[in-house]
């Protein structure tokens, strides 16, 4: 069987991309006998769920395949494979049951695995080669990152002269342009920049620039915005002579409009789009600009007007385009010291942004030869299998092509060629914010650019599995309907020829569009009404509200829905209810951490007992009574001592807390979640009150609960999250969005002019008057344009396929006096369209094509389990890790093992000697440790790791695993204190205190027996007593 080595299948919604991935993948994996193949495969997508669904997909087959009798659904894809691999339906039977056994029982090397998990290997295998820590830690947080960075950049003010400079004038710029003197906000979110793979190249660049250089081009730029405005209101004046030296007045011009127009220019600020591009440029064009009034040769005029008006045109623009680039550029330049601050933050810490992934890789790894980069990893792959390409960013692909260049261009010992398959939609291309970039596909699906040396073979998925035959129908005639709209010839074609699909055999469908009267006193209720009115037509054909799912694009949309529909009792999941801040036991638990560092402060007292307060009449009372003296009522009625809650870290305290005021006797997600941040917290920050409030503050917008599975509840959700998901029902109200909607829009566009140089990029505010500017400002802005406009069809694509059974869209009735719907809304899409479908009434509020089917398949909401909440925590006193029991032991050897025990808990940070050091700073920036106490168990440590029998086990020739989890395929969990990894050789470690216990060596037996069913062979078992001195017992 010979397969393509590079295959692309352009897809379409719900055309059965997973199916195709999972057949790509087993097709391959099934294609020869033996074991071990599927190590050589790595499947790449972008969502741990989309990771999960596709691992389950391709296990679920194989145990369909290995079963004596096969269910429905997998025989489809059975006989496909047959077919394709020209094999007997035995031989794959035979085939899967070896590779569903082995896949098991190697569960480490089946690589499903997203974008950022794969990188994060290479990360950690080029590591010494990045200069980072061994044991970087990854963090998401870059908001904080960011905020920590421009604090202490701030806090250099008056220091630095430079600087203090630099900020105060971007300051009292600020001040002058009426925006806000703190400055703080504005460097952060520039900040952001740095993260964004999208400007990194272009920042690059600019950051290579030395500082006085930048000093040296603001200073031009300043000169030439006074000259620039100088020149502008000159020629006005040069007109204004001219007009008075010929005794040309105004009555002379039609409407006085020229004169008007030089006027405009004695005061500021001035609009391009206002004052050029109208008709009186076209009147002076044409000569018309004079009335009938003007009898007097005009020829010499007009000349004079027209050369002086496109004079100043050039002049007004060169103004805009210099004070547009120039309002960016102090900000820009800071973000060299704002970058510098970061770097040290992050060295300091050990830190590594998520969104560095890609920049380490592209500049460090991507010029390595393939095969070192595979023997560093210690593993080959042979085929690779990439999903949603289109949301695949430009240096993700980049990073990724040496990789698979290896694997295509040559052979394995086998003789056979490694392989590619991409999947991924154009139509669905909604996170261009995320570096991804659509003409990336689109060149390799139109042959413009292959980065190998194969050829491509294509195929388009055309056929709709998901949607009834009315939702596909209207979604073929829509789109395609609408697809003049967009001005660029490629993204046009998508929506016209490509978007069309085939029906499947689900007869019916409803496609709904509902429109609301604006005019009305409250739009937001009418909103609300009319979605209940949607769930009670549903609830009549069976459908529950588990089956039901509201789309919308912004945030704000999803929380005035969601209050709304609690409100009336209607259940909900939204990203708002999901928030751990949106619990009140949450709430009360940091209302009491609050009241810890500020127990006078009556607005957190308020809120304490407005929690514990009985919910009645007396509830105002109960209040009033107790404001004062809330230490006393904690302690009377709740036996909680707030003294103790001080005394504790956060955690405790909270654990404390929840078991005295009964928060989670039935168990708690948020309470969970709540629990788990605050240890994270404790782990990387510290475990102080005001460390933890802190965070809290600056993440609780964001901190939440998975949306659970199955609940008896309506969902709500973004189209951004809801890409990759189907829904019986769908509702999109709100359906107004602006195509050409962007928020504070920055563009980077080439430049010519010298003022610029040594920049051949400038950033700007992007806005239409950018039309105006220099051709290679103009084509980048009208290119952006073009994305802008398929982002928002996009946008509108993935919302309106994600529906099974029904879609109902609810918008804004806008239409002008003269009959006529904008092009540039929405609303106004549908609108249009309904208007060329000849079916548009304006007293008619609903157009209806198709009907909804009754519910035959009603979803059985999952049964609630409750799960008791485990207290570990002592009620009297912070837990303390030193044994009190002077009566049987002596302080010195109490002293060692206590020092032991530390020595075990830093043990799990420590990969090489490198790590000892930070380990301890960290302990004793916390308090933790003493001066004295910290001395000795660094001494220890370090005769661990210099340990004649250890020594090499903690050096770079082995990849350790410290307390990694294991589960076995019983579903139970080991955690060995450390193995040491090299090749397929497994080294066991575990660090022991006290006396030596047989039991401890049956542990390491059972160890063992688990990392030799994955595959791993074990020369050594090692037991580490950690003491006064240290024993060393190999078993």
Partial sequence: MQVPSFHIYHSSAGSGKTFTLVKSYLKIALSQPGRKGFRKLLAITFTNKAVNEMKERILRSLADFSSDDIPSRSTALLQSLCRELQLGEEVIKERSRILLKDILHNYAFFDVSTIDKFNHRLIRTFSKDLGLAHNFEVTLDTDALLEEAVDKLLSRTGTDKGLTDLLLDFAIEQAEEDRNWDISRDLQNFGKFLFNENHKGFLSDLMALPIEKFHK?????????????REVVSISDRVFSYLAEHELDDSLFSRKTLPNHFRKFYVSPWDLNKLYGNQLESNLNSGTVFNSKMTLPKEAHLDFLLT??????????????ISNAYS????????????????????????????????????????????????????????????????????????????IQGALSGLDDSG??????????????????????????????????????????????????????????????????????????????????????????????????????????DLEETYTQSVLAILGECATKGYGLTEICILVRKRKEATILAKALTSLGVQVISPESLLLASSPKVQFLIQLLYFVIYPSDLATGFELLNYLAPQNKEKHEFIH???RNIPELLMKEYDFDLNVLEGLSVYEGCTYAIKKFHLADKGSAYITFLLDEVLSVEKSKGAGIDIFLKHWESKKGSLGIPSPEGLNALTIMTVHKAKGLEFPIVIYPFANSRIYDDVKPKIWAPVKDQVFKPLSHIMLNKNSSLAFYPEEIRQAYEEEQYRLELDSFNVLYVAMTRAIHGLYVIANKEITKDGRASQKTYNGLFINYLMQNGEWDDTNLQ??????????????????????????????????????????????????????????????????????????RKRLARGELTEESSDAIRNLLRSVVTHEKLAEYFTEEYVSRNEQDILTKNGIIFRPDRIAIKGDMATIIDYKTGKENPEHEKQLYVYQAVLEEMGYQIPHKILLYLGDEIKVKFI
């Fill in 328 to 403: 960016n550029f102090v900000p820009l330049t800071l973000l060299a010291s704002i970058n510098k601050e970061i770097q040290e933050i992050e060295q300091k810490r050990s830190l590594l942004p998520i969104g560095k992934f890609n920049e380490l890789i592209s500049e460090q790894i991507r010029d390595q030869p393939t095969p070192y980069i595979y023997e560093r990893m210690g593993e080959i792959y042979r085929h690779y299998f990439i999903d949603e390409f289109q949301d695949t960013s430009q240096l993700q692909w980049k990073n990724l092509i040496p990789l």
């Fill in 217 to 229: 081009i603001r200073k031009q730029l300043k000169i030439e915005i006074v000259q620039a405005k």
């Fill in 416 to 521: 056979h060629a490694g392989s590619l398959v991409l999947v991924g939609d154009v139509k669905q291309a909604i996170y261009r914010w995320r570096g991804g970039k659509a003409e990336q596909f689109l060149n390799l699906i139109n042959l413009r650019h292959n980065p190998f040396h194969v050829e491509i073979n294509k195929s388009a998925l055309v056929k709709n599995y998901r949607s009834s035959e009315k939702i596909i129908d209207f979604n073929n005639d829509f789109f395609k309907s609408t697809s003049p709209l967009l001005q660029q010839n490629e993204f046009r074609s998508l929506f016209d020829e490509e978007v069309v699909q085939d029906v499947n055999d689900r007869k019916g469908g409803l496609v709904s569009l509902r429109f609301l009267e604006k005019d009305v006193p």
């Fill in 847 to 920: 157009y209806d094509f198709g009907s909804l089917m009754p519910n035959i398949n009603v979803s059985q909401p999952i049964a609630e389990q409750e799960i008791n909440f485990t207290y570990s925590q002592h009620e009297h006193g912070p837990r303390n890790t030193v044994v009190r029991s002077d009566m049987i032991w002596e302080a010195e050897q109490q002293k060692a093992i206590e020092h032991g025990r530390w020595a075990h808990q830093l043990l799990s940070e420590i990969y090489t000697a490198v790590d000892i050091d930070p380990a301890i």
């Fill in 308 to 321: 002086h008006f496109l004079r100043q045109k050039q002049a007004v623009i060169k103004y805009a385009m």
């Fill in 625 to 627: 009574g107790h404001l």
